[in-house]
């Protein structure tokens, strides 16, 4: 499993996108791994172990080539690698890369070809950057786009399944480089095989699944989300510095090509907080009181992501729409598992990518898949 | 994975073994799952579903090849194929037989070889007829071995695991034909993860394991099993015509060069029992009192096998030794999940094979292993 550092690159161009290009340099990992963290949602572990470990991976292997689907051939093989467990474990361990080396091995040799582009499952925190360790690790190139536009908990909330792409053969790898490879006929059972083997694992796994071919991944991802995540994650650093760092946010995304708009829900301060590790997940539920009227209250529930922002009772915003709660100064984005009775905080929704609110995507990302008894209700721009 | 059924074989000498080779006519089947159900002590399934599943296979297939471990060149590729589970679940299911082809192959494509022979698992109950069944329908010769000598549950407690053969690649596949392949360091960490997959299954699979090399197939099984529990149906059989079916029982397996010695513990009536499924396994205890002298008890506890015979609290037989429940007339064996209130029984016991109390075997097979607080003392022929 040894790999042999490739040779150092020439320096890139920071952040500089170049037709099917992104090259993310050490200083734009920080906006990367921030506009990650406010698109994970609350969930997909943290950020910040997700930048130190494209950075070391990035030294140490150099700069993985980012390429656009486009550039794909309508054959390649395409496949995602990701971190999976719960984000309160995730924290704990980071990927060797031993682990990741192996489970995409497996997948190639399962598939009895290589691999010629890897992506992310999903956007939001470390998942976000375990593909670009990889990338670099094993010199394959990296999609600049992933299956959710988002972080979701399920390895079938994918819009490659929504698409009609078999999630299997996955593999799942522990940091004892165990692997267990799961073949099912849908994607729903995959995940229950694969969650039943994480918890073995300890809730801490690399897997490598939804193998699929060049012109499939053209049509059944969603795009360009990797350079989104750095504009995010960009704007909230210039909002900083002109005093605005929500509304540089809200800005960002209401301009963004996949999510359309976004609001500002509410304001106000964390003041009863419920977080359980439970059947694989980080469930829970925080309550936030308004700073200035304190009748006024938001009730957030999550499993691993955020799902529904209620205020007084009332469905404000709810998933696949994404709900990110963020520091009311900074708009630092705070994953569920960071959260503290008494930060001051301000939740903002943004519209699910057009392929999250299809029929055949709300069968798997429907409010009720994830036991919540309301309708999808998608967000409206707010008259202003 | 369609068959194309094999042409009909020239009808072979019931019961023969000349040389290297047994064949197991109608008749035989009905003795060798009599003897196998002995050899299951009270776990392994319904013997009764394996005959049927084997005689139906043999119907449409053929007789499959049986050979000696010996006939192997040093370095062919053998493999074990068996039913994994809870004994009460497997009895309401049976084998599709595409789920077996599918375990073989799946196997086989994973180490890029094919598969040379096949073996049970173990010899007790249900699981010496799968690998006829699996032998049968893919036209792979099987051998007169197991991994047990017996039955156990776990899949780390078989003679090839305690010589140092490695549990994987080990193969899952449910009715659905679903399948999972688990790659460990270790056999016992192969055995949390099969078991969770199991679990997720129904605890109803098929599975496919611990591929090995002719060589070690021949130092590292326990040999001419198959041969042995025909023999000991046989002579339950024979016993039950001559008027004292469990002295002929007891007479077979102290003759035999596997066992060596058994006894018959004890004569009573059930008069307790408390059985569950859980955790993956039938775990129970059964109490008998003694029909002539009511101060008289024996305690069997199992988990799918039974694990200790006390009587009034002291031991009398325990694992690795073997416990099985007969009816006291007839000799027939009670697998843990027939176990009724009021049945007349006796308790048999016999020794185990020299590979299963060997040091390194009693690491996984030694009473603590099962959760019980007694040393093991091996059974000793009772003076007469």
Redesign the interface.
């Known amino acids: 499993m040894a790999q042999t550092p490739s040779l150092p690159r020439s320096l890139a161009v920071s952040g500089h996108t170049s037709g099917d290009e992104l090259v993310l340099s050490a200083a734009d990992l920080h906006d990367f791994a921030r506009g990650a963290a406010f698109l994970g949602t609350g969930g997909g572990g943290d950020p910040y172990i997700g930048r130190l470990m494209a950075q070391n991976a990035i030294r140490e292997f150099g700069h993985p080539k980012i390429i656009s689907p486009e550039a794909l051939a309508d054959d390649a093989t395409v496949a995602f690698v990701a971190m999976l467990g719960a984000p309160t474990v995730l924290n704990e361990k980071a990927a060797s890369g031993a682990d990741i080396d192996l489970a995409v091995t ?1 997948l190639a040799e ?1 598939l009895g070809r290589p691999i010629d582009a890897l992506m992310p499952a999903e956007i939001g925190g470390v998942n976000s950057a375990v593909p670009i360790v990889a990338a670099a690790r094993l010199g394959i190139p990296l999609l600049n786009a992933d299956g959710m536009g988002r972080a979701f908990p399920e390895i079938q909330m994918v819009v490659m399944n929504f698409e009609g792409i078999r999630a299997t053969p996955f593999v799942i790898v522990d940091e ?10 849908s994607a729903r ?1 995959a995940e ?2 694969v969650r ?2 994480a ?3 300890g809730l801490s796994c690399i897997v490598a699944g939804y193998p699929m071919t060049g012109a499939e991944a053209k049509r059944a991802t969603v795009t360009g989300t990797l350079t989104e995540a750095l504009e995010i994650g960009r704007a909230i650093e210039a909002g900083r510095k002109a005093g605005d760092a929500v509304g540089a946010l809200v800005r960002r995304l209401s301009e963004s090509a996949i999510y359309g708009h976004a609001c500002d829900l509410f304001d106000g301060k964390i003041v009863d907080l419920r977080r359980e590790t439970t059947a694989g997940f980080s469930m829970g539920h925080c309550r936030i009181v308004s700073l200035t009227d304190p009748s006024r209250t938001m009730d957030i529930q999550f499993q691993n992501e955020n799902l529904v922002a209620l205020e007084n009772g009332a469905v404000k915003a709810i998933v696949p729409d994404l709900i990110t709660i963020v520091d009311r100064e900074t708009a630092e984005p705070i994953p569920t598992e960071a959260l503290r009775y008494g930060q001051r905080v301000k939740v903002i929704a943004a519209a699910a990518p057009r392929l999250l609110t299809t029929p055949q995507a709300l069968e798997y990302v429907h409010p009720r898949c994830f036991g919540l008894d309301f309708d999808f209700t998608p967000l409206v721009k707010p008259a202003d």
Chains 1, 2 share one sequence.
Do not use: A, K, P, Q
Request: charged content about 25%; hydrophobic content about 40%; proline content about 0%.
């Open positions: 497996r399962r004892h480089l165990n692997s267990v490879i799961v073949e099912t006929g059972r229950e095989f039943s083997v918890i073995n694992m």
